[in-house]
């Protein structure tokens, strides 16, 4: 069973900058994918950014763009989410998740593994 474990979320003023973790127990065809997802109160689970271990290529959603940026370290099997310019509509928990290559990236069943979640609160 793949583990994968997030950190690095909290709180933060609007304008601000967060860096999250996520560290993968092990690379697999299974966690070929990695992407970061996030979930506010009362909202439906949103994707945020995605990319392969293997070449360059990263997806955003529209709302982050610009803002934040999605990389990976192959020799710690850990992928980063580089938050900047925050807002408080970005308050949410963020959940890293890992999926074999198939699949729409943007769409959460497309992931079969899932960390825990970790807190981003934007607030004055």
């Known amino acids: 069973q793949v583990q994968l474990v997030e950190s690095g979320g909290g709180l933060v003023q609007p304008g601000g900058s967060l860096r999250l973790s996520c560290a993968v127990s092990e690379r697999t065809f299974s966690t070929t994918k990695m992407g970061w997802f996030r979930q506010a109160p009362g909202k439906e689970r949103e994707f945020v950014a995605a990319?392969?271990?293997?070449?360059?290529?990263?997806v955003y959603a529209d709302s982050v763009k610009g803002r934040f940026t999605i990389s990976r370290d192959n020799v710690k099997n850990t992928v980063y989410l580089q938050m900047n310019s925050l807002k408080p509509d970005d308050t949410a928990v963020y959940y890293c998740?890992?999926?074999?290559?198939?699949?729409?990236?943007?769409?959460?069943?497309?992931?079969?593994?899932w960390g825990q979640g970790t807190q981003v609160t934007v607030s004055s």
């Open positions: 998740a890992a999926g074999p290559v198939w699949g729409d990236v943007r769409r959460a069943m497309s992931y079969d593994s």
């Open positions: 990319r392969n271990w293997s070449d360059d290529n990263t």
